[in-house]
């Protein structure tokens, strides 16, 4: 079950992570396409950074007190809907005014980054909840490789996406990974051991409390 929770985690990270980075790969696409300019775009991307940050102190506190596995399923679910969000306003962007796209596209990225920061919080706390001291530095780090995998998946997965059926299928496709990670998270990611019927991991490891 910890090695189980451990996957979860790092696999259900690495597609947060997937969700992420959908926008710097159809940047470029989407300023040929004249739809928003560079500083639009920057500005949508700035968004995301500013809910992360300040979500990351909020969520980080309340997925100490939650259900981990609900929490980052969560997370992901609305990082997905908000994906597949941008990718149906680009498919409508000709009927739409500019203005009208950059706020919409700058609201939904916000959203983003606001559940993009409920997703490190619960994999971590799992790591801590499963694994004893004497194993957590090593599963932390190979846990730690979910970033470099996800943006791997990302460029490739997203920018295969993009170049055979447009800019609009990144943000998609993107969302489907979202969703595929929620499944892993739900059947895999489990919130204690005592909610398994087991002992705490300091008991099972014969480890000081």
């Known amino acids: 079950l910890g090695f189980q929770s451990f996957l979860a985690g790092t696999i259900g990270y690495s597609l947060y992570y997937v969700c992420r980075t959908s926008l710097n790969v159809v940047k470029k696409p989407i300023l040929d396409s004249g739809m928003l300019d560079a500083s639009q775009l920057g500005l949508i991307g700035s968004v995301l950074l500013f809910a992360y940050a300040i979500g990351k102190f909020v969520n980080g ?7 981990i596995k609900r929490f980052m399923a969560t997370g992901l679910i609305v990082s997905a809907a ?58 932390y780090g190979f846990f730690s490789l979910s970033h470099n995998l996800g943006e791997w998946l990302s460029f490739l997965f997203v920018g295969i996406l993009v170049s ?3 800019w609009q299928w990144g943000f998609i496709g993107s969302s489907l990974a979202g969703v595929t990670g929620v499944i892993v998270i739900m059947f895999l990611l489990h919130d204690t051991p005592q909610s398994k019927g087991l002992p705490s991991v300091e008991e099972m490891a014969n480890e000081a409390k």
């Not at 506190?61 to 259900?67: G, I, R």
């Open 61 to 67: 506190f309340l997925a100490d007190h939650c259900n």
């Open 82 to 139: 908000a994906n597949f969000s941008l990718g149906i306003l680009g498919f409508a962007s000709e009927s739409l005014p500019t203005m009208m796209l950059f706020v919409l596209f700058a609201i939904m990225w916000g959203i983003n980054g606001w559940s993009q920061s409920m997703g490190a919080p619960p994999a971590i706390i799992a790591l801590s909840r499963w694994f004893p001291l004497s194993k957590r530095g090593t599963y």
């Open 164 to 166: 055979v059926a447009g």
